[in-house]
């Protein structure tokens, strides 16, 4: 039984400090082991005559709800739902993980009032079931926390120009300090394809054609244009260009949505690229750090 409840509290300990790393939480250390130490104990007392009572359904949530009130600090009740998500989502890995080593190994298995009784406990199973989910969070998880910021950055804009205005997805590329030089005004860069129901005939007609490169080109259409004072020309470089430039809008206003709300940004250009910013289509917009009200 010692074996038992050793083994339980190092498996347990194990669990609850993914979770642990997993939410950020900043519950001291000793809280953990003792969350771990109340599971191994739970365990023990289920192998014991007359406690298969403590084997229902009610009881283990209450048991995790235990184990989660003593080895965390919990500010909310959503904060709790949260640990109770990862403690239970790292639990399964734990358990699907040890299974498949079992099999793997052809260990004898057999189920008992809920519990998984193993011939010859094989410890080395645990140890690698262990050090797979170590191996996990150490590989996989911060792929899975970048690709959730970067979902975070992408924000609804809405351009108004004119009598018309456009809805499109923007990313917060927090590397662009694109700016006019003159003015000093922020840049966003927009795809055309998404921003061209809203610009003049003559500038569509640019981008149409594909000349918004040729500076001689777009200079003489701009110096026919009732537009020409909401343009402007914006040098800019990338890893892979430069001495490049953008032609670039003032709008009537832009607004991006926040936390449910529409806010207007401070002045700002919007310069206009005439190729896909997104592979995926995820966003259509790259939004300069000073343009975010």
């Known amino acids: 039984m010692d074996v038992i409840w050793l083994d339980n509290l190092l498996v347990n300990f194990v669990v609850l400090w993914l979770t642990w790393k997993i939410s ?6 000793w809280r953990l082991w003792c969350s771990a130490c109340i599971g191994a104990c739970y ?3 289920l192998i014991l005559p007359g406690f298969s009572v403590l084997s229902t359904f009610i ?39 040890a299974f498949g080593f079992y099999y793997f190994f052809n260990a004898d298995i057999h189920v008992s009032q809920g519990m998984f009784l193993i011939k010859d406990f094989p410890i080395k199973i645990i140890i690698y079931s262990m050090a797979f989910i170590i191996m996990l969070y150490r590989w996989l998880w911060p792929l899975l926390q970048l690709r959730i ?19 499109l997805d923007g990313f917060l590329d927090t590397g662009n300090e694109l700016a006019d030089p003159i003015s000093g005004r922020p840049v966003m860069v ?54 490049d430039y953008l032609l670039a809008f003032r709008p009537d206003s832009i607004e991006i949505l926040t936390e449910g709300s529409w806010l207007e940004t401070k ?9 896909k910013l997104s592979t995926d289509d995820e966003y259509h917009a790259l939004i300069q750090p000073q343009i975010i009200p």
């Open 190 to 243: 927009v795809e055309f394809d998404s921003i061209r129901i809203i610009l003049p005939a003559e500038i569509e007609k640019i981008y149409k054609e594909g000349k918004e490169q040729q500076l001689d080109y777009v200079t003489e259409i701009l110096s026919e244009s009732t537009w020409i004072n909401r343009f402007f020309i914006v040098p800019y470089s990338t890893l892979n260009t430069s001495n």
């Open 59 to 97: 009881l283990k949530i209450m048991l995790s709800l235990a184990m989660l009130a003593v080895g965390f600090r919990i500010s909310s009740f959503s904060a709790g739902l949260k640990l109770l998500g990862y403690f239970y989502g790292i639990t399964f890995l734990m358990g699907g993980a």
């Open 149 to 167: 910021n970067h979902h975070q950055l992408v924000y609804k804009v809405k351009i108004h120009f004119g009598d018309d205005s456009v809805i």
């Open 43 to 45: 365990t023990i007392l």
């Open 24 to 29: 950020g939480n900043n519950a001291p250390m």
């Open 267 to 275: 002045q700002s250009l919007v310069g206009i690229r005439n190729r």
